[in-house]
């Protein structure tokens, strides 16, 4: 099936340059090949996206937050982080 594209000055431009390096055979590979790089960020950005609303739910799902003791908390990291200690020399 073909297809007849439209692409500004500078697209048109940058298609031909590319053609140009020898890394594609014609103006088509060019557009196939930024095609297929424009559907893997499309998925990958669908992954994220799920992730995230993944990440969301389970925030929603560990219920209301509690407020924080600044005090408690310095006093548990005293207690689990050891002190350095100045050695003799």
Do not use: C, F, H, W
């Amino acid at each position: 099936m073909g297809m007849n594209i439209n692409l500004t000055e500078t697209l048109e431009e940058m298609v031909r340059n590319k053609v140009a390096t020898g890394l594609y055979n014609s103006a088509s590979e060019v557009v196939r090949d930024a095609l297929r790089l424009m559907q893997e960020q499309d998925e990958y950005r669908a992954v994220r996206l799920n992730q995230l609303k993944s990440a969301v739910q389970q925030g929603l799902d560990s219920g209301p937050s509690e407020p924080l003791d600044m005090n408690a908390l310095k006093q548990q990291l005293r207690t689990q982080v050891p002190r350095k200690t100045k050695t003799a020399a």
